[in-house]
């Protein structure tokens, strides 16, 4: 059978959510084709060629645009079979209008988009996956070359960079997260060999940096701990970064200096908000404190901290936002924040375990298929307004080439005009930060 296995975006990274289902598709005997469509442009013609259609779906952009791929490709030929699989698959499958799938795969999809495959059919259905199963090493073959994504910058210098993952899943249940929802506290382990082989054939393609893309790479301490000290045996100039938790950084303080000492350049860490209560809702597991002690466990040993964050809630006010950005600035951490992250506001997809706590309730609208998420209101309205006001500044900066810097400073002015603090110093002293180490690409979920 003729497999076309399809990404639409997967953060600027060579997507791993193609390359690990196309090695077990082949293996099973099927030939297989890859389009990254974040890279490549969409060619029609390749529809011809293929039997079956599968749209790799890990995070909620990529949905989006599956969707709008999967209609394009009924459109050319109804009668194809299109799968979508990953943790966004199942998202709208029964409100959605004029849906393309005829199944969805949600979880571990690896062995069952084989199954799929065996036994294609019209009738649509949802399935989740979660059985523990083996991986082969991805078929980065079928890709573009590492040149065409995200490079690791270091001052003036670019490096190619590799992404892999370690783990599915996540131990914990943030009730902001899409994880919960279908692994619901439960992790899933890639064995040590396939994600060593897939470095391997990384660096031979390149790649001088790799990005471990597990949603928290000490969830399981030992078993990362193992994958880096092999890396660094191997490799002991190749560098990497990952991404933790808050208190899995302070819970495993011993483990940064053999991290920083085997090539961890920075940790990208989701501290969301800096309001204590806020945190508590979102159910983080860690506290605006925590966040500053865990800036200087990881600093000193040399590790740079690339903090995530949320700060647009139904509950957010003005002085949050205000708070987040002086916390930003006092603990040096301007030129490590992607100035787009400080308008983000609060996504809910189906399932969100944000939907269980009553203090959702009076700001919470109607679900929108095509959107994939359900909206809500702000308990102060102008907060919506400087949300959006701040991503505006945020893509302007990006398109004229400013600075972070820069583009933080015309940020945190748009702040103070509404605020009641102090306004912003005209020259913000940001030691000798720049040219922190940064992936090319902002992420976006």
Known sequence: M????????ELGRQPVHVASPAGAIRDAGHDVRAVDLSVEPWDPSVVEWADAVAISTPMHTAMRLAVEVGRSIKRLRPELAIATYGLYAGMSAESRVDDPFDR?????????????????SSSTSVTIHLDRGGFRTPARDLLPPLEKYAHLAIGDERRLVGAVEASHGCLHNCRHCPIPAI????????DVDSVLSDIDQHVVAGARHITFGDPDFL?????????????????????????????????DEDIWQEFADSGCLFVVSA?????????VLLDKGHT??????????????????????LPFTPWTTHEDIDTTFRFI????????????????RLLIPEGSLILEIPEMSPYLGAYDPEALSFAWTAANPDMDVLAATLVSIAE???ANGDSTLDTFQTQWLAVAEGSESDRPPQAIDQGATTGRPRLTEPWFC
């Open 2 to 9: 003729n497999v076309l296995l399809v990404s639409t975006y």
């Open 104 to 120: 969805a795969i949600v979880g571990e999809y690896e062995a069952a988009l084989v199954s799929w495959l065996g036994a294609t």
């Open 183 to 190: 692994y619901d506290g439960r992790l899933r382990i890639v």
């Open 219 to 251: 969830n399981g301490p030992a078993h990362s701990l193992r994958i880096v000290r092999a890396m660094h045996e191997r490799y002991p100039d190749l560098t990497f970064d990952c991404t933790v938790k808050v208190e899995h950084i302070l819970r």
């Open 271 to 279: 501290f969301e908000t800096m309001n204590d209560d806020i945190l």
């Open 288 to 309: 605006a404190q925590d966040a500053a002690r865990a800036v200087h466990v990881l600093r000193d040993v040399g590790i740079d901290l690339r903090p995530s964050w």
């Open 329 to 344: 600035g006092a603990h040096d951490l301007i030129d490590s924040t992607d100035p787009v992250q400080l308008g983000i």
């Open 396 to 398: 302007r900066g990006a």
